[in-house]
C-alpha cells in the first residue's frame, strides 16, 4: 500500500524559504514520476513540479527559478525547496506519485496522471 506522508509546511514572511519532505512507503520513488501540487481556498488545484524517475524536472512557470524539486533514493523522500516566497504560495502543498509510470506525463500538470496523494502540509506565506 503506497503512503505519502508530507512535512516541513509553516508560516514564513515573503521573501524567506521553506523545504518540504514526502515520505514515502510501500514503492519506490526512485522507480517512477514523483512530484507536488498545491491548492489555495476557492481556487483550483495546482501542480507546481515534478520529476521522473530519471532526475528530469518540470515545474509550473510561477515558481521556476524559485522551487527546486528533489529527491533522495536512499531514504526514499521526495523533497520541495521553496525559496523568494511570496504570499501567492500560500496553499495546502499535497505530494503525489505515479505508481505506474517512471516518465512523467506532458500533461502531469492536470493531476489526473498521479495515481497516489498524501494528505497535504500547509504552507502560509505573510506580506
Known amino acids: 500500500q503506497v503512503q505519502l506522508v508530507e512535512s516541513g509546511g509553516g508560516s514564513v514572511q515573503a521573501g524567506g524559504s521553506l523545504r518540504l519532505s514526502c515520505a514515502a512507503s510501500g514503492f519506490t520513488i526512485s522507480y517512477y514520476c514523483t512530484g507536488w501540487f498545491r491548492q489555495a481556498p476557492g481556487k483550483e488545484r495546482e501542480g507546481v513540479a515534478a520529476i521522473s524517475a530519471y532526475g528530469r524536472d518540470d515545474y509550473v512557470d510561477s515558481v521556476k527559478g524559485r522551487f527546486t524539486i528533489s529527491k533522495d533514493n536512499a531514504k526514499n523522500i521526495l523533497y520541495l525547496q521553496m525559496n523568494s516566497l511570496e504570499p501567492e504560495d500560500t496553499a495546502m502543498y499535497y505530494c503525489?506519485?505515479?505508481?505506474?509510470?517512471?516518465?512523467?506525463?506532458?500533461?502531469?500538470?492536470?493531476?489526473?496522471?498521479?495515481?497516489?496523494w498524501g494528505q497535504g502540509t500547509q504552507v502560509t506565506v505573510s506580506s
Open positions: 503525489v506519485a505515479s505508481d505506474s509510470f517512471s516518465g512523467c506525463s506532458s500533461t502531469w500538470y492536470s493531476g489526473t496522471f498521479f495515481s497516489d
